[in-house]
């Protein structure tokens, strides 16, 4: 099936551990991005590649750091982690052209619950 | 700069009455607008998208919605709601290049029955 998908699906850990979260899009997609979802449902943008560039890097704890080895993956890795990055968090990919047509395609999200 | 405001953070709706979800939207150039559905532990669907062709997009499960430019304008609507439609559904509007999303709020469909 083409589309994005993000492992795991759930992730429960303990404060101060190391985490990392995947995604993968078979889509052909230049740009990926990560969303975080918060409880009440606000999604806020993370971070955006193009073709394994950094394009978008909102204000976010340097714990937080994007890779993307390919422009088909990025992966999110999270250190030392907090009560507060409990949420969920969304993977998405788009074509990246220049024009006002894209999409957002959504993975199906990653539930982080930090204890 | 692009965003959009989603008037009501909640919705509720008898079945097979109509649903409108509004949306307004500020943006300096001719938009891209966006309306996509969360169903509960699910991941973001798109309904429909707007990209200065025809101002009434239709989208899937019924969902249609009107781009008014002189009202900065997108709202969702769908002539009978249906169990399945309660969800939360995202408004949205992208940059000119196309590579940054503005997402408002939410607004929270109750369908009931």
């Known amino acids: 099936d083409t589309a994005v998908s993000q492992t795991p699906k759930y992730l429960v850990t303990q404060m101060g551990n190391d985490k990392s979260i995947k995604c993968e899009q078979n889509l052909g997609h230049d740009t990926m991005y990560w969303y975080k979802q918060d409880s009440k449902k606000f999604l806020k943008i993370m971070f955006s590649?193009?073709?394994?560039?950094?394009?978008i890097n909102e204000t976010v704890p340097n714990r937080f750091s994007p890779k993307s080895p390919d422009k088909a993956h990025l992966n999110l890795h999270i250190n030392s982690l907090e009560l507060g990055d409990s949420a969920v968090y969304f993977c998405?990919?788009?074509?990246?052209?220049?024009?006002?047509?894209?999409?957002?395609?959504f993975g199906a999200g990653s539930r982080l619950t930090v204890l | 700069a692009q965003s959009v405001t989603q008037l009501d953070s909640h919705v509720s709706v008898s079945e097979g009455t109509p649903v409108l979800l509004r949306c307004n939207y500020s943006s300096s150039y001719s938009p891209s607008l966006f309306w996509y559905v969360q169903h509960p532990n699910k991941g973001l669907q798109l309904l429909l998208k707007?990209?200065?062709?025809?101002?009434l997009v239709k989208g899937i499960n019924g969902f249609e919605a009107e781009f008014k430019k002189s009202e900065t304008s997108f709202h969702l609507t769908k002539p009978s709601a249906h169990m399945s439609d309660a969800a939360e559904y995202f408004c949205v509007v992208s940059d000119h290049n196309g590579n940054q999303f503005y997402f408002g709020t939410g607004t929270s469909l109750t369908v009931i029955p």
């Open positions: 590649y193009n073709n394994k560039e950094l394009i």
């Open positions: 998405a990919s788009s074509q990246g052209q220049p024009s006002g047509a894209n999409v957002l395609t």
């Open positions: 707007y990209t200065s062709a025809a101002t």
